[in-house]
Structures are given as C-alpha cells and as structure tokens.
C-alpha cells in the first residue's frame, strides 16, 4: 500500500496516512494522566467471557491504576492486588459511534508470561445481544498473543458462519520477532468487501466478502465497528498451558492508536 509521511501541527508525533485516506480520529496518549472522554472502561468480575481470571476494572486498586498515561504511552496494567485477586484493563475508543469502514493503527509492545493475553481488536457499536448475538455480530481481531507462545501474533474474524466453536473462523497467525520487547504496528484495513490485516506493514490475514459470502451471517461486517485495547490473564487461550503468577505485574504498552477513512 503506497504511503506518504505528514505532520500534523497540534502533535508532536508525526502521522504516517495511507494513499487515499485522511485522519479522522486518534490518540496520542501524550496528555494527562488518565485516559480522555473517548474513551469506556469495562468493568467486569473474573470469568465473565472465555473464563478469564482477570478483574477488569476503572481506577485504583490499592493506589494502582489499571490504566495509566505516562511517557506519551498508554500503559494498560495486569496485577495482583492485596486481596489476592488479579486486576487489568479494557477499554474501548468511542464506544458508541465506532467507525463503519477504514484504515486503525495501532502501535504495541507486548507484555511478557505465561497466562498474558493482549488484544487489539474491534466489535460493533450498539449491537443489541438479544436478535444479533455473538458470533452472528461480527467480531474483527486485529492482533492477539498469548504469553504462553511469545511472539506469535495473529489475527482472525468470527461471524455465525466462521467461528472458533465450529473451527471454521477465519485466522493467520505469524511470527513478529521482538514483540515483547519493543514497538510494533498493527493495523486493519477494512473495506465494504474485504479485510485485511497487517503487521509492520506485512499482510497477517485477507479476507474478502466475495470468498466468505454477502449474507448477514458470512459477512456482519457492514456497520460501525469500535477499537477495543485489553490485557487478559488466563482463560481459554490465555491459560491454555497455565499461568505463571510470578510472571505479574505486567504491562501492555500503546504508543498510539489511530483511525483514517476514505476522502
């Protein structure tokens, strides 16, 4: 995909668009201390999806947040509080207007163990549970690993058709040298008739509405969608070879997440 370089006067960080698209929304992460009104935590008990040991929460938990700026970086923490439980973040960018269609980056450092489960992923706006449940919805995940395999990044898509509990969802996995230890870039690329994933500007996974089918059930894919960031622990995938509790805190770390449409 062809590129050119801008900058963008009110940043400090300079903006990398793609041929045909403009910046319509993004996070630098460089001001304050907390994250901004664009932004929604989850608050949610352990085991509430994929049996995951995490408590996801909003502020401190014993003079800890789970989310924090600092150094132009939102850090999203995982550990254990004084109680004995596990405590992270997740949150969502502009959870009730989302984006139908366009171009999210974001770049990631990975946290490090056993038992860590980082994501970068999106999930539609609104969607009302009861007529249009998961997987039927739609579900778009742009970059997922598990401590258990360091490194290996992967990215799939889950819709009524193709789904993990059928082994039918559309997914690619690769290997990203490093990702634990510095900053790499994720992103979508996601067009009313495909979908296409990358990773440092390589092609993780393509899809197309052409191959997987234009009913509602191959391809949710046709309204808006918003960004989701969340440091897991444990659960069905993230557990899957145990955890290591001697592995906590951890940190998973943003430099920035963007979102550019078609002019």
Not at 26 to 44: P, R
Not at 209 to 221: I, N, T, V, Y
Request: net charge negative; proline share 5%.
């Amino acid at each position: 995909m062809p590129w050119k370089e801008i900058k963008v006067s009110q940043l400090s960080d300079e903006i990398v668009v793609p041929e045909g698209y403009s910046l319509v929304w993004n996070d630098e992460f460089n001001e304050g201390a907390t994250l901004g009104s664009d932004w929604t935590h989850e608050v949610q008990k352990q085991g509430w999806v994929n049996n995951e040991l995490q408590n996801y929460v909003n502020g401190e938990i014993g003079g800890r947040r789970v989310t924090e700026l600092k150094d132009g970086f939102l850090n999203i923490h995982c550990f254990k509080g004084s109680d004995g439980k596990v405590y992270s973040g997740r949150v969502y960018a502009k959870v009730n207007t989302g984006w139908t269609y366009g171009y999210f980056e974001a770049r990631i450092k990975l946290p490090k163990g056993k038992g860590t489960w980082p994501a970068y992923w999106m999930m539609p706006v609104g969607n009302d549970w009861n007529t249009n449940p998961w997987p039927k919805c739609g579900e778009i995940d742009i970059m997922e690993e598990v401590g258990a395999d360091p490194n290996q990044v992967s990215s799939s898509l889950h819709t009524e058709k193709y789904n993990h509990t059928k082994n039918t969802q559309k997914t690619h996995a690769m290997n990203c040298p490093g990702a634990e230890d510095g900053f790499h870039i994720y992103a979508l690329e996601w067009t009313e008739d495909a979908i296409t994933t990358y990773v440092d500007g390589k092609v993780q996974l393509k899809a197309t509405k052409a191959e997987m089918g234009s009913d509602h059930d191959s391809w949710p894919f046709h309204y808006a969608f918003y960004p989701i960031l969340n440091l897991a622990w444990g659960g069905d995938w993230g557990g899957y070879k145990g955890v290591d509790e001697s592995a906590l805190p951890v940190t998973m770390q943003v430099d920035y997440l963007r979102v550019f449409q078609k002019r």
